[in-house]
């Protein structure tokens, strides 16, 4: 009914930036929280941040100041704006929204991962 797909990911060096594309489509009526998270190889995922329907976001202190969630709701579209990169933040990132579709179901719904790989 929904599908997410993700864009963006890449290598980078340290100091740099690179932007996330989280794009749901599909049976939807509305979207509410979008978030971020993300998984380093043998340790658990992580919530990097999330923006809520107003625009409003949070993002974890290891982000924070570096790392910025917008939204596009005409889109579907979260993205994550990701400056100064570290070799820490290197990482399987997955977006997930909360999805109510037309059919008046509610779930959250996450895409398929994207590899950012920080590295000199």
């Known amino acids: 009914q929904v599908q997410l797909v993700e864009s963006g990911g890449g290598s980078v060096q340290p100091g740099g930036s690179l932007r996330l594309s989280c794009a749901a489509s599909?049976?939807?009526?509305?979207?509410?929280?979008m978030a971020w998270y993300r998984q380093a190889p043998g340790k658990q995922r992580d919530w990097v941040g999330s923006v809520g329907t107003g625009g409003n976001s949070n993002y974890a202190d290891s982000v924070k100041g570096r790392f910025a969630i917008s939204r596009d709701n005409a889109k579907n579209t979260v993205y994550l704006q990701m400056n100064s990169l570290k070799p820490e933040d290197t990482a399987v990132y997955y977006c997930?929204?909360?999805?109510?579709?037309?059919?008046?179901?509610?779930?959250?719904?996450w895409g398929q991962g994207t590899q950012v790989t920080v590295s000199s």
């Open positions: 599909g049976n939807i009526l509305s979207i509410g929280v």
């Open positions: 997930t929204l909360d999805v109510l579709t037309k059919l008046r179901t509610r779930a959250n719904y």
